[in-house]
């Protein structure tokens, strides 16, 4: 990517993803990487290989949500976020200081076009 060699490195970058051998932190990692290159369609699928790795991991969840709401899948990013609300709030029962994601959804910015849907401020508890 230094190189300004992209097509490399996204050929280089999905064939780590597509690697059987692909964990978690390596997920994460190509998932950082897109994020800084503005790749929301390729970030969506890294992480949706991540929340099969790590399906308890309520992050994996929201970062999903987070980029299918930026890149206009509405229903599917309320999707991922009852899952990743859901598992914050099971884990804040046994953790009460971990993150707490329904608070951070109500102000996070790329929830921004879900906000005013119904579905949405229910999930958030704005309503």
């Known amino acids: 990517m230094q190189m300004r060699q992209t097509n490399a490195a996204f050929h280089i970058l999905d064939q780590l993803i597509d690697s059987p051998q692909a964990d978690a932190s390596l997920l994460l990692s190509v998932a950082s990487a897109y994020a800084q290159l503005q790749q929301g369609s390729k ?19 929201y970062d999903l949500a987070s980029t ?4 206009g899948k509405t229903n599917e990013a309320l999707a991922a976020l009852g899952k990743a609300l859901e598992l914050s709030t099971q884990r804040l029962t046994k953790q009460p200081s971990a993150r707490d ?3 951070n959804a109500a102000t996070n910015q790329s929830f921004l076009a879900l906000r005013g849907l119904a579905e949405f401020q229910k999930l958030v508890g704005m309503r």
């Open 101 to 103: 994601l329904k608070k």
């Open 68 to 71: 299918r709401a930026q890149i």
């Open 43 to 61: 970030l969506e699928a890294v992480l949706e290989k991540l929340v099969k790795v790590s399906p308890d991991s309520p992050e994996a969840w």
